[in-house]
């Protein structure tokens, strides 16, 4: 299994409060992937990196900023967290962009 | 534009067979698969390329028509542990190395 963890797994938050996950490789892969899994959504993205200080948005970008000083670490920050951002989100690492492994999950709940 | 899959879901005897589509408005350059089982992370099945390239894993193959811009998902005999959701994902536009995800069909397998 490829190594991929996420931090917090589980976080509960209030509406306006900022969030920032975590997500860490130990496969020295160039590409990461933020999604977020909602019901009858699939897996959407929200945010992308193609090398260390190189990101680009994805279809949900919105109210989302992503950081990636080290290849190792992607970090995804919710400036201020809204209900609609409660979800599950999936980070993801590829090599040369082709397949994707996914890390176990982190489930967030805005109140 | 996210592609679309059919049926949305289908349950099926275990042994049965079961086919799952994935169709998309826009030119594909290649279609990716994955499987999640319920509470985990979606796992690389396998990709396609386009060229109307069929690719097998273990009793489920797969096919794509890059005319048609669409691809479509075997499943042989099916076994329980063949249950879960799967997402096919496409590349657009060709090189972007990043994929927009279907909505995923659920698929459950009795004995």
């Known amino acids: 299994d490829a190594g991929i963890t996420q931090s917090p797994r589980h976080k509960v938050t209030e509406t306006g409060t900022p969030v920032t996950l975590r997500c860490h490789q130990t496969e020295n892969h160039r590409y990461m992937y933020w999604y977020r899994q909602d019901p009858g959504h699939g897996l959407r993205l929200i945010h992308y990196?193609?090398?260390?200080?190189?990101?680009d948005k994805g279809e949900v970008s919105d109210g989302y900023s992503v950081s990636r000083s080290k290849t190792e670490d992607f970090l995804l920050t919710l400036e201020s967290a809204t209900s609609s951002q409660t979800s599950v989100y999936f980070c993801a690492i590829s090599e040369f962009g082709a397949e994707q492994y996914f890390g176990p999950g982190t489930r967030l709940t805005v109140t | 534009q996210q592609p679309v899959q059919s049926p949305q879901a289908v349950i099926l005897r275990e042994g049965e067979d079961a086919v799952i589509n994935c169709s998309s408005s826009?030119?594909?350059?290649?279609v990716h698969w994955y499987r999640q089982k319920h509470g985990e992370a979606p796992v690389f099945l396998m990709i396609l390329l386009k060229g109307g390239e069929q690719k097998g894993h273990e009793k489920i193959s797969a096919s794509f028509n890059e005319k048609k811009q669409q691809s479509s998902l075997y499943l042989t005999a099916s076994q329980l542990s063949y249950s879960g959701t799967y997402f096919c994902g496409t590349e657009i536009p060709q090189g972007a190395q990043k994929l927009v995800f279907g909505q995923g069909t659920r698929l459950t397998i009795n004995p």
């Open positions: 826009k030119a594909l350059y290649s």
């Open positions: 990196s193609y090398g260390v200080k190189d990101t």
